[in-house]
């Protein structure tokens, strides 16, 4: 998998809401969340409960799929094992097939529908 280009091993998580890096994976993206970047707290598998820092990835490619600004979280400094997890803000934009046999990951990417000019996105009304 590619982030911003970058080649790394990443576990999948289709439970995980966004990607999570640790943070010397974010220093060698050069990923410095700031300040103003909002404190979100994740629970993992184990039950623990982590706080790292909103942002996003330039690109995040799977295969011939690239999907831009991807939203990710980079993790505190100082875990250990900290997880490196491909999520929802990626995953949301396919159907996820999963071939645990052959160790593969199948993708059909979900094509939006473009809104026609002065529709509001959500949900339809309905009438009887």
Not at 8 to 20: H, I, R
Not at 41 to 58: V, W
């Amino acid at each position: 998998m590619l982030l911003n280009g970058e080649h790394f091993l990443m576990g999948l998580d289709t439970g995980a809401s966004a990607v999570s890096l640790p943070a010397d994976v974010a220093q060698k993206l050069k990923i410095t969340p700031g300040d103003q970047d909002p404190t979100v707290q994740l629970q993992l598998a184990d039950g623990d409960i982590i706080e790292g820092k909103q942002t996003s990835l330039k690109t995040v490619r799977v295969g011939r799929f690239t999907v831009d600004d991807v939203t990710c979280v980079v993790l505190q400094p100082g875990l250990s094992n900290a997880p490196l997890i491909l999520g929802g803000s990626f995953l949301n934009h396919f159907v996820v097939k999963l071939d645990p046999a052959a160790n593969e990951l199948h993708l059909t990417q979900i094509k939006e529908e473009p809104q026609p000019r002065g529709a509001a996105a959500g949900a339809a009304e309905l009438r009887r």
